[in-house]
């Protein structure tokens, strides 16, 4: 009995999905990391990670809520290699506004964040880390 080239291609296509041999997310890569302010944990942040190659391999925008200080981006929502702008926002939810006509808060009171992290960090930001492939990618941040 002879085997056609397409017949053999089909059965180890369709073997191999059974043996997990390949994944769904690309080049993706998993990202995480510590965000400390002056020495402790910040209990609630956002990080976020913007590409600084623009269009390059079709790394987009992502980001991920620090929480007791830690952040993880899984791999299934990952950061394709290359090199991004890292941006860390926190407020601190009940500084009053200013005027009586600010919208009300979830307590009724009229609130906003005064933002905790200093602007180097954030809008104007030149932190900057490179995602490789094949190995951890781990940011700490310690801001003072």
């Known amino acids: 009995m002879r085997i056609t080239f397409a017949v053999a291609t089909t059965a180890v296509a369709f ?10 997310f ?3 890569q998993e990202v995480r990391g510590t965000v400390k302010m002056k020495g402790q944990p910040l209990s609630e942040a956002v990080i976020e990670f913007r590409p600084l190659e623009s269009g390059a391999n079709g790394a987009t925008k992502t980001g991920s809520l620090v929480t007791k200080g830690e952040y993880t981006i899984p791999r299934s929502d ?21 005027s009586p006509d600010g919208l009300p808060g979830p307590t009724g009171a009229n609130i906003v964040s005064k933002e905790l992290v200093p602007p180097e960090y954030n809008v104007q930001s030149k932190q900057e880390v490179e995602v490789k492939t094949g190995q951890a990618n781990v940011f700490n941040y310690d801001i003072p």
């Open 78 to 98: 990952g950061l394709l290699p290359g090199k991004y702008l890292v941006t860390i926002t926190a407020g601190d939810g009940r500084t009053p506004v200013d």
């Open 15 to 24: 073997l191999m999905s059974f043996t997990g041999c390949g994944d769904d």
């Open 26 to 28: 690309g080049d993706r």
